[in-house]
């Protein structure tokens, strides 16, 4: 018979990470409340028997009423399981603690791990272990999961307790106990075991936001260090890029082109301008995409995200949002969908959806790729690092945009916003080796995946029939492109680029892809053709298009599945390309008419 | 009994006791769950600019509260004249 654990805790109690430690698999790990959204569990083998570990939702409390909450509620409520294991921040147990008891009530075997064991000791923070497992009647155990202490003592800890409660069991819902009584036992339960030191001397998280939450500096600091993370991955994505690109086409001319020579005219052209410069040209993106989710990685783990949601709450709730709504902004630079999903957290619907429209217009990873293309082969080396600090700031004045413009009832029923400000905490490596081995792994597999389909139906379109001049008038894709000319021409983009833009509806990652099957070239002499045929008003004209235009197909399908009805995701579509088209106008339009 | 005042009111660095939450039990519920809860010391850290959030500190948590939903919270404030947040409630008053 299958033995089940369920992995329960606040959020920031680390319990993703320890969840990590204990399964070995890649549970993403967040700084921030509700980012675990879609229950994540893993085999692992405890003693002589397999187990399912399955992670909650981070909960506050049993009552709670975020959608996060009543999800690892319900999860407790229906599912048996053999126990629970509770993760607590030993660092704060005078709240933690309440949860242990209201779960208590559900008469379910529990095993307390308490994390953060040595960020509780270095702050002089004393916990009488023998005392409150005694008081609770529960099993504990000290663990610090991002450095993998204790956690060895944990799985013996975990296989005795099974080997004690061998069956599944239910909750005995609805005998939760009444909160005043919690407080009282919790009172008497503190101050017989838990001893804090009365005031804290300034620890180093203090001294920290004294500066990155200062009235006047705060904000300044941020969009510094948000350059900062932007100049890191360019300095250090950009060189490895190359390198992979010139490896990539090295392995073309030397290895490839002569071993499929013997091949007909079209099926050559197939191989190796379709495909091989297809999604070789998105993979020398591999590098830099790994750089840039270690560093956005970084900014997640340490706690920063909360203090943005502090700074800029006052400017978002003018439009109808609020500090949590900026940081899914900044989180939808790695990948709109997931940020789509952690807008749960709020719990207005009005303001949720109105966070869900304007997450599209977040510079996502896929776009960068975009961008950092034509920047590159467009741009001087000291302007491309500028011309794309440019865009993340008009994709941020969209969103306010879109935001100030669709606010209606969100203004009004305002969600309060109370949340917790976690220490800061520095990511460990292999956190962070393990984010990037994911984010690659994502990577590859959509390269893999439809890519694949997008170049070779690009390449199709652009060399069907077979006897005309690939992408000339006369191919499929020229016809189409000949049908859209009237909407993009006054948008200075060629009939080529919106072909382009077509296959980017499905994926942005595409685009890249697409363009190289569409001029027949691949990583550099791409570059060398763009930077021909494109003047720097025409360039950012595509990207300002580009950046705005429409979300992808699974941010659309994520749109409809979290709003509840398709007509947002109709809303969201067109709108953007509404004012996608409005913006590329006017700002090649006004440009022209300047430099004429 | 020195009066109440709402914990928006309350200047940086000053502490203060909860005396009386005039939220929703929703709202009540979820301060709760963060250490807002009557009869708890907290400690306002900062106020941020242009009406914003302010950061409050109760025990080892901080949290950061709209003024809005900080004006439901009634707190009896400290000695103003006392730098650091007293050790216990008795000499908060």
Redesign the interface.
Known sequence: MSKRIALVG?PNTGKSTLFNRLTGAGAKVGNWPGLTVELLSAKLLLGDSMVELVDLPGL??L???SEDERVARHFIETQPVNGLLVVLNA??L??QL?LVLQLKALGLPMLLALNMADEAAS?G?RIQLDTLSEKLGLPICLVSAKHGHGVPELRQALTAWLHRHPDLATAQARVLAE?DNI?HTLDTLLAQTVH?P???SPSHTDRL?SLL?H??L?LPLFFLIMLTVFQVVYGLGAPLQDGFGWLLDAVKTRWLAPAIAGLPAWAISFLLEGLYDGIGTVMTFLPIIVVFFLAMAVVEDSGYL?RA???M???M?RMGL??RAFVLQLMGFGCNVPAMMGARVIRSRAQRILTMMTIPFSLCSARLQVFLFFTTAVFSPRAAPWVLFSLYVISFAVTFLTAWIWRGRARHG?D????????YRLPTLSVLTRQSLRESGHFLRQAGGFIILGVALVWFLTHFPLDAAPASPATLAGRLASLMEPIFSPLGIDQLLSIALLFGFVAKEVVIGALAVIYGAGGDQLSGILAQRLDWIQAYSFMLFTLVYTPCLSALATLRREAGGSRYMWASLVWSLGIAWLLSFAFYQTARALTQ | MTKLCSLNTVPAGRCCIIMRIDADSDLTARMRALGLQLGRRIQVMRRSPFQGPIQVRSGQTDIIIRRADAAAVQVRPCDPNIEHCPANESECN
């Open positions: 606040m506050h409390n009552h709670g009423f660092t704060q005078e709240r309440a702050r923070i909160d407080e804090v009365p005031v804290l936001d939450l009235p006047w705060g909360a949601a502090f700074l709450d006052a400017l709730s609020d500090g305002a309060p916003l109370l949340m917790e400000l976690p220490p």
